[in-house]
């Protein structure tokens, strides 16, 4: 793929589940081909998505989250991570955590010193 692809998260539903399905799909001349999964065609991104089978593991989510940080402020985070928890229902919510738990409490330990 050329150029650049912006960071979505999930909330914005459509535009989320497009960028997921251009990292990771090979070769699409077309949305059609986006849409297309075993030969049928799926009426939204969400539905290909899932019948590709990219959001049953937490690796999506977690990458979403690594990309926010780099620009997101630790409340916007937090903000992410309640959307995520709301509208994707990651598998190992606890891991998900423990995985951005600095870049998410980053705001605490620089005010209070500690998050403990």
């Known amino acids: 793929m050329r150029g650049r692809l912006i960071s979505t ?40 998505t899932l019948e590709r089978g990219l959001i049953e593991s937490d690796d999506g989510l977690s990458q979403c989250l690594t990309e926010a940080s780099f620009f997101q402020f630790p409340s916007a ?3 992410l991570f309640a959307t995520i928890l709301s509208f994707c229902a990651p598998g190992d919510v606890r891991r998900l955590w423990d995985d951005h738990y600095n870049a998410l409490s980053e705001d605490y330990r620089q005010q209070y010193g500690s998050v403990e």
């Open 77 to 79: 985070l937090r903000r």
């Open 9 to 48: 998260n999930p909330a914005e539903r459509e535009r989320y589940y497009l960028r997921l399905l251009l990292l990771h799909i090979s070769g699409p001349t077309c949305f059609e081909d986006l849409y297309t999964v075993n030969n049928v065609k799926h009426p939204t991104f969400r539905k290909a």
